[in-house]
């Protein structure tokens, strides 16, 4: 890689990731969601080695991550009666609460914003080496910015390596799914981003939450982007065929087709037919054989990655059933959409 700064490794060593951080380095490190690129959360310079890392632009702010609730007060002027129900029932775990800052939360780590999200993530090795610090971890997901989310340590090497020290492998993202993001303003309880707890698992505990809108082009609040996960092929849904036929027809060369479960492959595959699509030229990738959305979700973007790695210049995916972690893995679907210049 150009500009190669480190010599990037792979491991166990929670030490090392522990010591790297303490003096201001990056690791990247698991998380049961997707494997984030971590920083000292209160340290300017080490924050700004995040946003260069990732090539992530300063209006997208960062989850601050904790081991230990204390932190959360050191960080947030307050914690109202519905996020403390949220925290107990959801944490560790992939909820992410945003609240208003303290002055000790750097005005970068938020974009400017007087607002700071902090997550508990539930995940052993990472959960020891945040407990072992004096300060959170500030980490977005540790890819480069726009491309899809990394769920294994060698998803990060790939892109990172070179602009990190370490990696702190923790194995394969149990979840698969970023967290989901609630935001509280007063009385307010917002939705901000689908994720690893799904709609329902909120409202059984906030039943006044709503879904805030989704996300703009051009967005107001900061690092609301509509087009965020996408691979490098051009992945279009199924009812977006038609506009597409010609250039697909015109390359005459194998596709990958992105399904839920493995009965939905006959319908797909007679809807391609009646398109001038041959069989042969379909390549399937099932999320889940048996239809599971846990399966399916942690699934997701491993198989985003191998559309690329087999270096498809098309790809077409059909919608999972909009309910349960579907609604979140489609709204990921939506935004790894191929959107033309
Ligand atoms: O599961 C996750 O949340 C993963 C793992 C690593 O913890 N992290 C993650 O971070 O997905 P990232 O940076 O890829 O997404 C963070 C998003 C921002 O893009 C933004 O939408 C929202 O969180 N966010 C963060 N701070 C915010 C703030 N102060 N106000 C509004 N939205 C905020
Ligand atoms: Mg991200």
Redesign the pocket.
């Known amino acids: 890689m150009e500009n190669s700064l480190f010599d990037t490794q792979i491991g166990h060593d929670v030490h090392r990731a522990i010591e790297l951080l303490k003096n201001g380095e990056l690791v990247a490190i698991p998380?049961e969601?997707?494997?984030?690129l971590a920083g000292n959360g209160l340290n300017e310079d080490a924050i700004l080695k995040i946003f260069e890392a990732k090539n992530r632009p300063y209006f997208?702010?960062?989850?601050l991550?904790i081991g230990h609730i204390d932190m959360l007060n050191k960080l947030v002027i307050s914690v109202p009666v519905g996020c403390q129900k949220l925290i107990e029932r959801f944490w560790p775990g992939?909820l992410?609460v945003?609240l208003p800052k303290r002055n000790i939360v750097p005005d970068i780590a938020?974009?400017g914003?007087s607002?700071?999200?902090v997550?508990m993530?539930n995940h052993r090795i990472t959960l020891e080496l945040l407990q072992a610090l004096s300060f959170p971890v500030a980490?977005?997901?540790a890819n480069p910015f726009k491309y899809v989310?990394p769920t294994s340590s060698n998803h990060v090497f790939q892109q990172l390596q070179g602009r990190i020290p370490y990696i702190l492998d923790g194995g394969n993202c149990s979840i698969g799914l970023?967290?989901t993001?609630v935001?509280f303003l007063g009385d307010d309880i917002k939705i901000?981003?689908l994720?690893?707890i799904t709609v329902d698992e909120i409202l059984e505990v906030l039943p006044t939450a709503t879904l805030a809108n989704q996300p703009e082009e051009h967005p107001v609040?900061?690092?609301?982007l509509k087009h965020h996960y996408a691979p490098n092929c051009k992945l279009i849904c199924v009812e977006e065929l038609e506009n597409y036929k010609a250039q697909i027809l015109d390359q005459n060369k194998k596709i990958g087709v992105v399904v839920f479960q493995n009965s939905d492959k006959a319908g797909i595959q007679e809807k391609l037919n009646s398109f001038g699509i041959p069989t042969i030229q379909i390549v399937w990738y099932v999320l889940s054989d048996k239809g599971l959305f846990q399966e399916a979700a942690q699934n997701l973007f491993a198989t985003l990655r191998q559309l690329d790695d087999t270096g498809f210049d098309w790809a077409i995916f059909d919608w999972v059933p909009a309910i349960d972690l579907g609604m979140a893995i489609n709204d990921r679907l939506k935004k790894a959409q191929y959107l033309p210049k």
């Open positions: 998380t969601t997707v494997y984030g997208d702010p960062l989850i991550h992939p992410t945003i938020t974009s914003s607002f700071v999200a997550r993530p980490a977005p997901s989310s970023e967290s993001i935001s901000q981003r994720g690893g609040a900061p690092g609301q």
